[in-house]
């Protein structure tokens, strides 16, 4: 009889993601997301906060490295290519491999993510207030009491209410 559970061990979440998300950025000429993921990793804070990297251009046939374009933010551009060298070898070090043989700088703003501020919750119904309030009573440490009522009522006003 099946325990309904899977023969296969666990996997990363991260190994997932990057199978789903490694044809989408090899369209954009990079060989895996997690150069764009640990992009201010690789590069270093001041870097990343003018710059983005924006595709891989290879060679016809693949044979050598390749150039990679770089979008970058005002005078940023300028002390990017003065510190072009050092750039590229993080780079292929971050990749193991030399993947990059030039860089192509083009100014450009920055594409940044929407920040999305938090949102807006319904008001609890006094039935679930006090559900809460008895799930969270028998702690001792007040400050912990305060962050699990906190995070019960953000639980259940994230919810749809129950009928």
């Known amino acids: 009889m099946s325990s309904g559970r899977s023969s296969r061990p666990a996997q990363p979440i991260a190994r997932l993601a990057g199978a789903v998300l490694d ?3 090899a369209r954009r000429g990079f060989a895996s997301a997690s150069l ?10 001041r870097y990343a906060a003018v ?15 390749g150039v990679l ?15 072009s060298g050092p750039f590229i070898e993080r ?31 319904r ?10 309030a008895a ?3 028998g702690t001792d440490d007040p400050d912990l009491a305060r962050a699990l009522t906190e995070l019960g ?3 259940i006003a994230d919810r749809l209410p129950r009928p």
Do not use: C, M
């Open 69 to 83: 374009t770089v979008r970058v933010e005002g005078p940023g551009a300028v002390y990017l290519q003065h510190d």
């Open 153 to 155: 009522e953000r639980v």
């Open 23 to 25: 044809p989408l950025v």
């Open 51 to 65: 710059s983005q990297p924006e595709k891989i251009t290879w060679p016809r046939g693949r044979d050598g490295a």
């Open 123 to 132: 008001p609890l119904s006094p039935a679930e207030q006090s559900r809460v």
């Open 91 to 121: 780079i292929n070090r971050y990749l193991g491999f030399t993947a990059v043989a030039d860089i192509r700088i083009v100014q450009k703003p920055l594409e940044r993510p929407r920040k999305r501020g938090p949102r807006e919750l």
């Open 36 to 45: 764009l993921s640990a992009w201010e990793e690789v590069v270093g804070p």
């Open 135 to 137: 799930t969270v009573a």
